[in-house]
């Protein structure tokens, strides 16, 4: 099983990153998948998660309106479309399975002037 997240980097507030989340090794299309993410000093805060068939989809109050998950499931893939950053949005964000609770790496979101 593996969960391989791209896409982060350095963005100035108000702008946008897009992550993916490419899993393999088990049935995406039957789990439900999660962003997690971590800032310096602080514990790991669910972002959003998204149901197998992308039917129920749910948000942390803190980035709801500004925060977009999808998934392909004909691409095994999980996305997460981040508009409006800002400063507090700077953390380590992690892909997340309901299969087996499996987890990416982690990449590196930095939110700064």
């Known amino acids: 099983v593996q969960l391989v997240e791209s896409g982060g980097g350095f963005v100035q507030p108000g702008g946008s990153l897009r992550l993916s989340c490419a899993a393999s090794?088990?049935?995406?299309?039957?789990?439900?998948m999660r962003w997690y993410r971590q800032a310096p000093g602080k514990g790991r805060e669910l972002v959003a998660s998204?149901?197998?068939?992308?039917?129920?989809?749910n948000y942390a109050t803190s980035v709801k309106g500004r925060f977009t998950i999808s998934r392909d499931n004909g691409k095994n893939t999980v996305y997460l479309q981040m508009n409006s950053l800002k400063p507090e949005d700077t953390a380590v964000y992690y892909c997340?399975?309901?299969?087996?609770?499996?987890w990416g790496q982690g990449i590196q979101v930095t939110v700064s002037s």
């Open positions: 998204i149901a197998a068939t992308g039917s129920i989809i």
């Open positions: 090794g088990f049935t995406f299309s039957s789990y439900i």
């Open positions: 997340n399975s309901q299969y087996l609770n499996n």
